[in-house]
Structure formats: C-alpha cells, structure tokens
T-cell receptor, first 114, second 116 residues
Framework: DGGITQSPKYLFRKEGQNVTLSCEQN?????MYWYRQDPGQGLRLIYY???????QKGDIAEGYSVSREKKESFPLTVTSAQKNPTAFYLC?????????????FGSGTQLSVL | AQSVAQPEDQVNVAEGNPLTVKCTYS??????LFWYVQYPNRGLQFLLK??????LVKGSYGFEAEFNKSQTSFHLKKPSALVSDSALYFC??????????????FGTGTKLQVIP
C-alpha cells in the first residue's frame, strides 16, 4: 500500500538533546511538509520541500532543521534550541507543490520532554 | 492574510441526527477549501474540497459541504451521524492565487462527539 510512514510513534527528549523524526513516503510525491500540532491551535507549518535537495522555512522553523537527500525521505530534527518541543508532529506530502490537490498525512509522532 | 475560523470547539449530536460543523474563512482572492478528519493519535485524512463549480461538494463517508461565498462559509454536513464519525475535524483554506501548499491555513479543529 502507498502511504507515509512516520517513526517513532512516541519519542522522549532530554534537555539539551537533539532528536530526529523520520518520515518516508512511497507515493512518488515531489512535495513534503512538516507540521506541528498543539491542542487547540490547529496545524502550523515548520518546513516544506518541493524537490530533492531543496527546502523552505515555514511559519515556525526556529529550533528545527530538515534535509531532503532522497525524494522518499524528509527527516525532521528537533534541536536543543527548540525550548518547547512537546507536540504532535505530522509529516505530509502532495503530488506537487502549488497544486490544489489534497495533502496525505502520516500517523504522527508524539514528542515529549523528560 | 488568510484565516479560518471554526467557532465551536466541540459539537455533540445524537446518532442518526443530522450534523453540521461550521467553518468560515477569509482570503483576498478566490478560496480553495478543504475538510480533513483526524482520529485519535492519527494523521489527518482528506474528506472533501471545493475548488470551483457546484457549491455543494460531496466527499468521503457520506459527508458534504456547502460553499457560500456571500457568507464566506464552508460548513461540513452529514444527514445522519454515526458513532464512528466521532473525531476531530479541520477546515483549511488556501488563496487560489497564493501559489503552493505552504499557504494553506488550518482551523483550530472541532471535536465531533456522536452520542449513541
């Protein structure tokens, strides 16, 4: 089945630690996205990528970093500079950037601080 | 700047009754409008979208939404609610002239509770 796989499902971060969230898609989509979901706040865009080796900051990129070395993969690193990282993180993809097509979402990673 | 408002944090409806989840939007140009559903600890799933044409849009699982340009609304509806419809529903909007999904704005979500 085609889809988006996020791992791990749950992740715990110690203070001062960087952690990386995995996102893999086999939909052959060009565009990929990372969103952060906090209760009562909807989804906020962290980073997006239109094509391999290219990515752009979203609305809340501070404290996060990404890479796009392969079309299928778009990992997100939550750095120690992100002071409030506890949230539900969602990876998404779309056929191409700038389309009116729907977003496909992974099942999410819940990140908590120890 | 574009925005989406979902005025109700929670909607309760009895099973078998019709349901409505409200959404209003603001964009400078023509809107592209979307509804997504999220089940607990899961990602969002696409329900339906309005791009152009018929104001009544039909989507997955028996849901439909009506685009009303004069009221800038895009309310989600279903004639007969099921307990399995209980979930978190998100409305989203993009300005048709904005260029790209980075410009999609999501509402804060409405929790739908269908009571048996």
């Amino acid at each position: 089945d085609g889809g988006i796989t996020q791992s791990p499902k749950y992740l715990f971060r110690k203070e001062g630690q960087n952690v990386t969230l995995s996102c893999e898609q086999n939909l052959n989509h060009d565009a990929m996205y990372w969103y952060r979901q906090d209760p009562g706040q909807g989804l906020r865009l962290i980073y997006y990528s239109q094509i391999v080796n290219d990515f752009q900051k979203g609305d809340i990129a501070e404290g996060y970093s990404v890479s796009r070395e392969k079309k299928e993969s778009f990992p997100l690193t939550v750095t120690s500079a992100q002071k409030n990282p506890t949230a539900f993180y969602l990876c998404a993809s779309s056929i191409f950037h700038g389309s009116n097509e729907k977003l496909f979402f992974g099942s999410g990673t819940q990140l908590s601080v120890l | 700047a574009q925005s989406v408002a979902q005025p109700e944090d929670q909607v309760n409806v009895a099973e078998g009754n019709p349901l409505t989840v409200k959404c209003t939007y603001s964009v400078s140009g023509n809107p592209y409008l979307f509804w997504y559903v999220q089940y607990p600890n899961r990602g969002l799933q696409f329900l339906l979208k309005y791009i152009t044409g018929d104001n009544l849009v039909k989507g997955s699982y028996g849901f439909e939404a009506e685009f009303n340009k004069s009221q800038t609304s895009f309310h989600l509806k279903k004639p007969s609610a099921l307990v399995s419809d209980s979930a978190l529903y998100f409305c989203a909007v993009r300005d048709a002239e904005s260029g790209g999904y980075q410009k999609v704005t999501f509402g804060t979500g409405t929790k739908l509770q269908v009571i048996p």
